[in-house]
Every structure is written in C-alpha cells, then in structure tokens.
C-alpha cells in the first residue's frame, strides 16, 4: 500500500471506475439537490436575424452546488435520466421557467418565446403531457410562446410514442424543435412524420463557418431544406461578426451564441430583455 495521497490514488484508478465512482456521487447528491432546490436556470438570448432583435431565451440548467461550485448539465443529466430523477428536474425546469416568464411578462416584456430543454428519455416519461399541460394552465402561459427542444434521436426512438406525445402537445400550440441537428443518425424520413417548427444547427458546424467550405455547405444544405420543408432555422453557438455575416447571407432565421450573449441568471438577462438588442 502506498502513503503518498490522493494524486497516486487518481492516477492509477482505471477510467471505468472513476467514471463509475463519479456516477455514484453525482447520483447520491441528486436527490438532496431536488430536496435543497439547488438547481437554478440561466438563459440565453435568442436572436431573430430579420431585425435583430430578441426573439427568445432558452433555459440551460445549472446545479450550483454550495462551496465546490457550478456543475454542468452534460455532467448530471445523464446520471439524472438514468436514476430517474429526470422527472423530478424536468418538471421543475419548467415550472422554474414558467414562473421567470410570468415575471418578465409583469414587467412589460411580452414580446418574449420560451425554449426548454427535454432530454430524450424524459418527454416519453408517463403523464408528461398532463404534466406540461396542467403547469401551462396552473401559470396561464401562452403555449404558442412555448418551444421543446428534443434530439433527433430522442424524437425517433420509440418513435410512436414520439409522435402521441408531441402531436398532443403540439395541438396546444406548443412547438418542437430539433436540437444539436447534423450531429444524429436519425432518418429525415422519420423526422418529416413528426410536427417539428424547427432544426437548430449543431454548434460544430457553425465554429470555422468562414474558413470551412464544408461547414458552409452542410449549414447551407439544412437551411435550404429546412425552409423547403417550412421549418424555421437556428444556428447555435454563434461566437464572431463573421460567422453572423454569412448566416445571414444564406438566409438563417434565428441565432444564439456567446456574439451575442452567455447564458446569463434571470436577474442579469433581464437588462437585454428589456433593450431586446444587443448589437
Ligand atoms: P444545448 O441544448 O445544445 O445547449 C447549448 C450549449 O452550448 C449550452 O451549454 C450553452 O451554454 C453553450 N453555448 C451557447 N452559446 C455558445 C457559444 O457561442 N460557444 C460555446 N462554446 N458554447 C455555447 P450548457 O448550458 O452547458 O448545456 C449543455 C447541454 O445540457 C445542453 O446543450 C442541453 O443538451 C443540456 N441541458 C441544459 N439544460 C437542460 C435542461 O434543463 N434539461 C435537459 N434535459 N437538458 C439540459
Ligand atoms: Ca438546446
Ligand atoms: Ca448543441
Ligand atoms: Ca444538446
């Protein structure tokens, strides 16, 4: 056995079982963050390149844990999904959004979409729909101002239920988008079967779109496919002039990115809500 700490300890765990070990400790804290509410929702401004003004916010959540700090949803998610906590949280990402909305909207900020976040499993767990639909009544929102953002392969596995689930929430006004697209397998075929508003192009096919002539061809592909199916076109992660000077040129609709703002806690968003343009 060996006396020299923690770092010898680190170094010769085996990847598996680190990865394991981190799991279980994410897992074992969850429950006690959903008992201490220690999650908190940021948000990121949505642009409508027509007139560059605001158009949305999406909700990226943040476990914020007291003394060690922020912990990413790439991180927990997983971990959340597969314990079954994803019920717990997705339901309070959205009663926490609901209410920040209602809030803006006393404010005078009316104009306002709302995008959410579902992970693949989660929109497929039992009663969802009830559950959306009796939040959107319980803070009378306008669903119409309300987005889903979902995966391809989230929407076309166990695609029947996809599809009960979104029609359903579809028929209230709601609209889905697809998240994180180019980056799936998913057939166009499948996709087409579904009631989707729009695609958000992958943050990976946006970084290098002036120096990628690949980039820019696939990003101008999808748009031109999206709008000949009507479906509206958000480019992700949108980080210099540039990149924004050539989405606009092929005609994008919408786009987020750190250009124009990080996600930011609702006090701090509230400031670029109320201006609604930031360049
Ligand atoms: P996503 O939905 O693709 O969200 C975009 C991610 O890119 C966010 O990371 C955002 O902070 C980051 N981002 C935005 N603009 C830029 C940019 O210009 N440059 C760069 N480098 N990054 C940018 P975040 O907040 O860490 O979220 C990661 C992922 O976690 C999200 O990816 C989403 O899939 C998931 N997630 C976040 N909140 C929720 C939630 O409430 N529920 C569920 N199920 N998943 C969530
Ligand atoms: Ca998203
Ligand atoms: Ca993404
Ligand atoms: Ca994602």
Redesign the pocket.
């Known amino acids: 056995a060996k006396e020299n700490g923690k770092n010898d300890f680190q170094i010769f765990m085996p990847y598996m079982l680190m990865k394991n070990l981190k799991k279980i400790e994410i897992e074992k804290n969850l429950k006690k963050a959903i008992e201490e509410d220690q999650f908190q929702l ?1 948000y ?1 401004p949505v642009i409508s390149l027509s007139d560059m003004e605001i158009h949305s916010v ?4 943040r476990w914020v844990l007291p003394e060690k700090g922020i912990i ?3 991180e927990f ?1 997983p971990v959340a999904e597969e314990s079954g906590f ?1 019920v717990k949280i ?1 339901e309070m ?1 959205i009663e926490k959004a609901f209410l920040d909305m209602k809030e803006w909207e006393k404010k005078g900020i009316d104009y306002l979409h709302l995008a ?4 693949a499993r ?1 929109f497929k767990t039992k009663f969802f729909e009830n559950m959306v639909q009796k939040l959107i009544e319980r803070y009378s929102i306008d669903p119409t101002k309300i987005s889903f ?1 979902i995966t391809e392969t989230g929407a076309v596995e166990n695609f029947d239920v996809s599809l009960r689930i979104l029609s359903f929430l579809c028929q209230m006004g709601i609209k889905f988008l697809i ?2 697209f180019g980056t799936g397998y998913s057939s166009l075929i499948y996709l087409k079967r579904l009631p989707i508003g729009g695609v958000k192009i992958d ?1 990976s096919f946006i970084t290098e779109l002036e120096n990628s002539k690949e980039n820019r061809a696939i990003v101008e592909g999808i748009i031109l496919m999206a709008h000949k199916l009507d479906l509206k076109v958000v480019a ?4 210099t002039k540039k990149e924004l000077e050539i989405l606009k040129e092929v005609g994008c609709d919408f786009a ?4 124009f703002s ?2 930011l806690p609702k006090t701090e968003i509230e400031k670029l809500l109320i201006a609604r343009k930031i360049i």
Do not use: F, T
């Open positions: 940021y990121q999406e909700a990226l959540l990413s949803p790439l998610i994803i997705g990402v959410i976040n579902l992970s989660q953002e998240d994180d943050r992700e992660g949108v980080e987020q990115g750190y250009l990080k996600p």
